[in-house]
């Protein structure tokens, strides 16, 4: 456990220029566990160690920036959700990060995968993820990909839009196919994270309307499809959520729309999907519940509403992403350069820029979130200060971590370890200044093997044909 305190008056000055849960440590060289893989430690010469690998081998081995999973960790927080959700269908949300070792890994842990697009679903079977366990998602499947799900017996399609619904029948009209489909809809819930992660509202891109009516039609018009098998229900409110409430009115309201389909139809929906979004630690403020402490809450809802609605209780599963694979990545980045920028009333704030960015991590650019940070080559005694860890890109919103304590002599080449980079970092990465995307490396017992090599120049040449 890290040990943390209020800002004194001697940090006050430190701490007014950061966010009010910033608390300065006791020991900077402490290691918040909640923050990173399960048994990362300092070794002896006081270098961070995940999944048995020092930092510092990682980075020489395979240059900065650089990403690490730490595969027991993945497999760990998977076996998590299975273990806690017992009968349910636990769906891994590849958007998060996939590649063939990861679709494995997923497929070895009993987990089904959702992808989104033919690249996804490329990756899921070329690591070996059978098609009947994949779902897919989308608010503008192509045909292309609809006629490649059908043929490759993907298990289930997530309908968006009424347009989708018609695409899909021709499509398997075409083919000779019918598909198992659910019918994602809005609930209406506002959950409390971004706008733009924030997904069940009613004005926004996905998914069908509930108190519009629109997602009652769609189930009865995929009812009485000819081609489409209409499983259940498809809700998804958002992303990196730590109150269960937005759940329990989303559970309430699709079983409300269960129970209208049922006097409409006479039939009972044999299963409910309640999506994913359920957060994680980025920094010392964020206080997730455990998997068992989610599951139980999600039981006693669902049972609850089960029986509010004399609804008998349907197949259940839930899509987590970012609870899997954030928790397990790190993102190891070596310090470019420190640069004390003076700011009003006598204060300071130290730059320390690094040689990644919003390129591999768009992150908190995109819809400012939050990070922390460790020095993960060696220990230090020196007093922390406030610092912001920035980017090499030529954006003043190029930030890494806009608030963290570092000791006050991180120097130029010093490596800066970033935990909870798992998701959503370099599964978002792009080429912006024509930065070549990092490795992703995955680690186990003290040894790292790529799985994602490093882009290099050559790569960005190849694709640039034009004279
Ligand atoms: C992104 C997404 C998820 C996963 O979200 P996390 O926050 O990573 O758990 C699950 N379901 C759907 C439909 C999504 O779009």
Not at 124 to 134: F, V
Not at 225 to 247: M, P
Not at 301 to 330: K, T
């Amino acid at each position: 456990m890290t040990h943390m305190h209020i800002a004194g008056s001697i940090h006050a000055d430190a701490v007014q220029g950061g966010p009010q849960w910033l608390t300065v440590p006791d020991d900077l060289n402490e290691l918040d566990l909640k923050l990173w893989p399960r048994g990362t430690h300092r070794d002896d010469l006081g270098r961070i160690v995940v999944a048995g690998v020092a930092l510092t081998d990682t980075a020489e081995e395979h240059g900065t920036p650089v990403y690490l999973i730490d595969e027991d960790d993945f497999r760990s927080r998977a076996r998590d959700f299975i273990t806690a959700f017992p009968g349910w269908a636990i769906y891994y949300a590849g958007k998060a990060l996939l590649t063939r070792r990861v679709a494995r890994w997923a497929a070895e842990e009993g987990l089904n995968l959702d992808v989104t697009t033919m690249g996804e679903m490329r990756i899921a079977l070329a690591g070996g993820m059978p098609a009947e366990r994949l779902g897919l998602h989308g608010n503008n499947k192509s045909d292309a990909e609809i006629a490649f799900a059908l043929e490759q017996g993907v298990g289930r399609i997530i309908v968006d839009s009424f347009d989708e619904i018609n695409r899909l029948e021709r499509a398997c009209a075409d083919g000779g196919h019918t598909a198992n489909v659910l019918v994602r809809v809005t609930t209406g819930v506002e959950a409390h994270t971004h706008e733009y992660i924030a997904t069940a509202h009613e004005d926004q891109k996905f998914g069908l309307s509930i108190m519009g009516g629109q997602a009652l039609t769609a189930l009865v018009r995929c009812h009485s499809s000819q081609y489409l098998q209409l499983r259940g229900i498809h809700s998804h409110i958002g992303s990196q959520i730590f109150e269960t409430h937005g759940f329990e009115v989303a559970i309430r309201r699709t079983m409300k729309l269960a129970s209208q389909f049922r006097t409409a139809t006479g039939v009972e929906l044999p299963e409910l999907d309640l999506g994913g979004g359920f957060g994680i630690a980025y920094t010392a403020a964020d206080t997730p519940s455990t998997t068992a402490e989610l599951a139980a809450s999600f039981e006693e809802m669902i049972d609850h509403e089960c029986r509010a609605f004399g609804i008998g209780r349907p197949h259940l599963s839930i899509e987590p992403g970012r609870a899997i694979c954030g928790p397990s990545g790190v993102a190891v980045y070596e310090v470019g350069t420190v640069k004390v920028v003076e700011l009003e009333g006598g204060r300071s704030r130290t730059y320390i820029s690094v040689d990644g960015g919003m390129s591999d991590n768009i992150r908190p650019a995109l819809y400012a979130a939050e990070y922390s940070g460790a020095l993960a080559n060696r220990t230090s005694g020196a007093d922390p200060v406030l610092c912001r860890v920035v980017g090499k890109h030529c954006e003043g919103g190029d930030i890494l971590i806009r608030d963290v304590f570092l000791p006050s002599d991180v120097r130029i080449g010093d490596l800066i370890a970033v935990p909870g980079s798992g998701a959503y970092a370099r599964s978002m990465a792009n080429n912006y200044n024509q930065i070549p995307k990092p490795p992703v490396v995955s680690a186990k017992d003290g040894v790292t093997d790529v799985m994602l090599r490093r882009e290099t120049l050559d790569d960005l040449m190849r694709l640039d044909v034009g004279k």
